[in-house]
């Protein structure tokens, strides 16, 4: 099988990667600290088919995904990307 | 919660106990294994000593002076003659011996190795990362050091440990002492327990062999004096006193040079003590027993699992202000009402504390004694108790009631017994959703039983068939006030499962009233008066004069039950039956249930419109005129339909299920033609002739067009059976409104049963290449496969009686396996969730505030208020605002 780009895939949503500017914005509407965002690992195969069009993606980047809902229509969430660098 | 908060905890350690600490924290060293002298009296030194607390009233203790609910207790220690491993510790202490050098006990690491550990170590510990990745990292650098076959520093050649479960290390299979394992673990440097993920000051290695034991203080064991004065000690004293004993046995016998076997046992059987004493699990030994053959509960018994300390102590406990008892139907009473009996009304009180507005009435309450009556010999509420500001607790009797309602005054507090219209909790087990929990205003009964409106069984999912129940009496007003505005049935109608009703008319209800709508039936006044006795009406519905006589249509009845300016318009169940055509597909009148301004037009009632989980009637009236209607509506009519059933009567027996003797022929050869293309398939398949399906064996192609034959042969018998029974058949009327049972088991019953199954195939275990020993080795037909041709009515043959038990039995293990499985699941689930919260911008957030959703669900909607999932029916909202308008 070739390559395939997750991101692609009908049932996986659009994601995005914040710049500096964006991700200081997202943090003071929502009035939290970057710690408490949900978190998402950089081995994830969402984030490795991002860096392919993005280039390195650093722990503590945040990522924007929009979902699509029946009930919301797109519903946003956001990410903090961790190394979760796992011993072995 | 916050204001209250004067100390908040930064931080805890855990730690091992050195046996310097045990020393130091124990009053005193118990070297006796006795407990009591013959006059009951505590011995010195021993297990039940003075200085480790009191437990009878009467005494002081040695240590502290204080009397039984004064002292806190204290502990004591022995000292083990030789020492013992700690089961807890087992894994720890073949690490550390795995690790380290046997001979100069430093880690097997190099100096290198050791420098660039330590380096990790302390990043992770900087970066405040998870235990997860400590606990990995430490398992990767013990690991690397127990590959080591000679020691980098002294070069010593290292001999393998292995662990001989349970306590017993052994060496090319020697045993390693607990003494010689102390003494390894004692040389192994301070530095090196940082690669093992110990602190050094909390914890040495060499602690993890008991040398010193802790004796708990006597609170923590109670002895009980039974009736007869015998005493009964604690299961942990028993363990105690066994391991004194050895001990002592063991010291003296080291002492006068006893053979170094005799030695050895005792110490194992010390050992084997200490770990029961522990733990009387272990894996590897037997459990300890008591004389009467019961295994010992001991430290870990105490704690673990369900009947352990923390489930069933800590996070569950028992209540006061609370009763329990069978339940029962009652229709006359509000889904909002619970009866209680008597009985436990007067147990049941609610606490009401004194105070210039109130003292009136609360010394009428107490005036009135403990079981007072009014005129009838009808319960009123009486006093109990009263407390005194103090918090002396005063009986209240016939005799001292008047006396007591002069004494009272602001400040104090009366203990009222309950009394209608308290507000309380009924709740029944197993509690799987909110509604398994709701406030119920209170009814004084007679009897012995809880009573509620039937509709409220299907939330409880409650049954009478001897069910029991839960009363909790709400001791606050802020309590009250919060199961009043939202736990009250009335407010839990929708389910936020489905965002649809919960709460619906069962059984009866549904029967009675789709007998009433249905074709809009005529009843004359005397029946209709009846009917409505049963009702709160104003006024009598139109009516129609036939014969100088009044009538009035069933539908006209129906209405008086609805609220003014209600419109709807759906589809009946009754013709919206999976696929077949609907017999009043051209009578419009008939299909489409129409209510306009509180009037029904046309259509039947049946479960869409008033059941739970379906009904659509009981949903628009509660979205559009809130809870209360809501709740009256299914209190009207549920009473409606005793009203209209004890006028009609209904009933239901084996004759509904007798059909015309052409009809049974037909069936017969239904099932014969079956049988014979069955027979034809089976010798298609032996003279390899039947044709594989596409990705199918030749095997399992025959078996899907049997059943394919079995299912039509069943489907089409069905049919010629109910083509028989018509709407005025009991059992088809309860069917086809859904009031209980489907189509199916109608024809099962008047048709044939049909072919059973086990996992979702025919029958085929048993014997060998056989079911039963009435076949025939190898005999794949379809009687040998379990199918049924009779109905329930005829009567099973015995071999189909046998098979069909079979096919039953699944269905049985299903449910017994089903509920465990998703009980814990549940268990699970509820364990991840409880705490976390959804905030006022609809956030939801765990305990440290770390976000999980950033909109509820993702859409910010409630379910309960959702219609069935979806944000709005804006056809209903179009369709009610114009026929308003035209209203």
Known sequence: ?88 | MTEGISKRIYRIQFALLSPEEIRKMSQIKIITADTYDDDGYPIERGLMDLHLGVIEPGLKCATCGGKVDECPGHFGHIELAMPVVHVGFIKEIKTFLDATCKRCGRIKLTEDEKKAYLQRINALNNENSDIDSMSLLVKRITDEASSRTVCPYCDAQQIKVILDKPTTFREEGIKVTPKEIRERLERIPDEDLIFFGMNRTAARPEWMVLTVLPVPPINVRPSITLDTGERSEDDLTHKLVDIIRISQRLRESRDNGSPQLIIEDLWDLLQFHVTTYFDNQTAGIPPARHRSGRALKTLVQRLKGKEGRFRSNLSGKRVNFSARTVISPEPFLSVNEVGVPELAARELTVPMTVNRFNIETAREFVKAGPAPRDQFGRYLPGVNYILRPDGRRIKVTKENADENSKRIDIGWSVERQLAEGDIVLFNRQPSLHRMSMMGHTVRILSGRTFRFNLAVCTPYNADFDGDEMNLHILQKEEARAEARIIMKVQEQMLSPRFGGPIIGGIHDHITAMFLLTHNNPLYSEEETVHMLSFVDVDEMPDHEIINGKKFYRGRDIFSTILPKGFNIKFRSKLCSGAGEKCEYEDRIEDKDVFIKDGKMLTGTIDEASIGPFSGVIIEKIYKKFGPHEGARFVDRMTRLAVGFLSTRGFSTGITDYDIPEEAVKSIAETSRKALEKIGTLIDSYNKGLLEPMPGRSLEETLEMEILGVTGEARDESGKIASAQLGLSNPSVIMARSGARAKMLNISEVAGMVGQQSVRGGRINRGYTQRTLPHFSWGDIGAEARGFVESSYKQGLNPLEYFLHSIGGREGLVDIAVRTSRSGYMQRRLINAFEDLKVDDSRRVADTVGAIIQFKYGEDGIDPTRSDMGKTLDLNYIEFDQKESAEA
């Open chain 1, 1 to 88: 099988m070739g390559k395939f780009n997750v991101l692609n895939h009908e049932l996986v949503p659009e994601h995005y990667v914040l710049d500096s500017k964006e991700e200081e914005k997202v943090l003071r509407e929502l009035g939290i600290t970057k710690d408490l965002l949900p978190k998402i690992n950089k081995s994830d195969p969402a984030i490795i088919a991002l860096e392919q069009s993005h280039g390195d993606i650093n722990p503590g980047s945040v990522i924007k995904i929009v979902r699509k809902s029946p009930t919301a229509g797109i519903s946003v969430y956001y990410r903090v990307v961790v190394s979760g660098e796992t011993v072995r």
